[in-house]
C-alpha cells in the first residue's frame, strides 16, 4: 500500500421518508436517500438501519494526477476538470441523492440502457424472476411500459440485449441439465414501438419466439453488436454463447419493423471455451468477438472469419461475470469475475492478450464469494470503474454496495475503493443513462431489494 491515511466516516441512521409520485401505480413507494461524503457529518433519509462504514482514501503524498500507467496512458480520456479529482485528494468527496422505486416481486435479474426507435433520450430496460420485463424513463424516473411472463411465454428472463433500434433478444431462464420444456423458444425477441410511455397493456411491447437450431442445448447469454438507426435498418446482428455446446455465435438477421424476418447468415467463433459461455461483447475498431466462460477463459476472435486472436488461459477458478469495453476508447477491455478478491481485471487489447500482466487490477478483499450475476460498469466518462458487491460475512453480511474507482490515478489499485450503499440488499448491476445535453448520467443499480435506484452525484 502506498502512504495514505484511511479516514472512516460512519453514515448515520435517518427516519424513513416516503414519496409517493404518478408514476402509473398510485401505491408505489419511493424512498429517496442523500449522502454527502467528505464531510464529517452524513445523513441518510429512509435507511432504517446505520449503514456500512463508507471509506475514503486521502493523499498526503500531494501526488498530481496521472494517467493508469505508461502503457494505458494514451487510452484514458483526457483530463477533464469536471470530471476529476483535485490532486490533493485520492478519491473525491463525491455527493449522492438515490431515489429508489418498487419494481419486482421477486429477485431482479439485471438492468441495462438502450435507445428506443433512434431516440436521444435513453431508456432501462430491466427484468426480473418475476417474470417480467420493464422500459423505465430513468430521468422522469417512471415505468413507461412492461411485459409479463404470460407475455413472454416463458418463466423469466435469464439474459437480454438490445440488437436494433426497436428490437430487444431475451433468453429463457437456463434449466440445470439443459431439462427445458420441448415449447420452450431458444431466444425471445421484443419488438419496441415508441412512443412507449402510458403503454402498460403491452401494447408497446411485442414478444415474438424464435429458434436457433445450431446450438446443442441452451443459450446462456446474449449481445448486440451496436447499430445505428441510419444505416442497415433492415438488419440486425446478435451474439449468442451456449450452456452445452460452449459455442458462440454471430446471427445476421433481416428484420421488418419491430420483428425479425429471418436469419440471412450465421458465423461460429473457434473460441476454444470448454466451460458455459457467461459473458459476451462486440469490439467493433478491429470487429472482434470476446467471449468469458465459468471456468474464467477469455477468448478474442475475429467476427468474419472466426478466427481464434487470443485466448487468455484461465484467468482464475471464478467464472466471468461481465466484459465491457470503455465507453470513450474500445481498446481497453474490463473483465469482472466472482472471486473474494480482484474481482476487476482491465486490459489493452492492442497488447495482445498479457493476461497475467493486465494494465490494472481491482477489487474488494471479503470472505464472501461474489456472485458472477453481480455486473460491474464504466461512468460514460471512461474513468470510474463501477462493482458492485456483497461485503461481510454469510452470517453478518453488508449488502447493497458499490466500489468505485478512478482508474486515470497510477495509485487506483492499490489504494482502497470508495464505497457506496444506494440499497439495503446486494445489488445485481449497475448502468447509467445519459440525458440529452446533460454531463451529469444518471446511475441505475438493480438490487434485491426489489428495487431500481436512479442516483446522481458530483462534487
Known sequence: MCAQRQTSIPVQSGTDEHIYESDGASDSSVKSEQHTLGSSSETCIASGTVPPTIRLNIDTD???????????????????????????????????????????????????????????????????????????????????????????????????????????????????????????????????????????????MKAQPWSMSLHEGQISVVAGMGYSPQRHSSRAFLLTGGTKDKDVYMWSLETSGARVAKTLATQKMKSGHTTRITALCHEPISNSVIAGSANGLVSVNDLESGKLLMSSGQLSQYAIGSTT??????????????????????????????????????????????????????????????YPFRGGTSSSPEDGLVAIWDTRYAQCDTEEPQLFSPHSDTIWSICFAEAQGSRKPTMVTLSSDHCLGFTTFAT
Not at 70 to 98: G, H, I, P, W
Not at 325 to 353: F, H, M, W
Open 325 to 386: 469495453l470503455c465507453p470513450t476508447n474500445t481498446n481497453v477491455l474490463l473483465t469482472s469475475c466472482a472471486s473474494k478478491s480482484e474481482q476487476i481485471r482491465i486490459y489493452d487489447l492492442r497488447q495482445g492478450i498479457s493476461w497475467a500482466r493486465p494494465a490494472i487490477t481491482l477489487g474488494v478483499k471479503t470472505p464472501r464469494t461474489q456472485s458472477r450475476y453481480s455486473r460491474s460498469a464504466w461512468h460514460p466518462d471512461g474513468g470510474l470503474v463501477m
Open 62 to 204: 500531494g501526488r498530481d494526477k496521472v494517467p493508469v500507467s505508461s502503457a494505458v496512458k494514451e487510452l484514458s480520456c483526457e483530463n477533464d476538470e469536471n470530471a476529476l479529482m483535485a490532486s490533493s485528494s485520492a478519491v473525491r468527496a463525491y455527493q449522492f441523492s438515490t431515489r429508489r422505486h418498487k419494481a419486482f416481486q421477486l429477485k431482479p435479474r439485471a438492468a441495462f440502457t438502450c435507445s428506443v426507435g433512434g431516440e436521444a433520450e435513453q431508456k432501462v430496460v430491466a427484468y426480473g424472476m418475476d417474470g417480467t420485463v420493464q422500459i423505465w424513463n430513468p430521468h422522469a424516473q417512471v415505468s413507461e411500459a412492461s411485459l409479463t411472463r404470460d407475455d413472454l411465454g416463458i418463466e423469466y428472463v435469464e439474459d437480454m440485449a438490445q440488437i436494433s433500434s426497436n428490437i430487444l433478444a431475451s433468453v429463457p431462464k437456463v434449466v440445470s441439465g439443459d431439462n427445458r420444456a420441448p415449447s420452450m423458444p431458444d431466444v425471445v425477441f421484443i419488438g419496441l414501438s415508441p412512443p412507449l410511455a402510458n403503454s402498460r397493456s403491452g401494447a408497446a
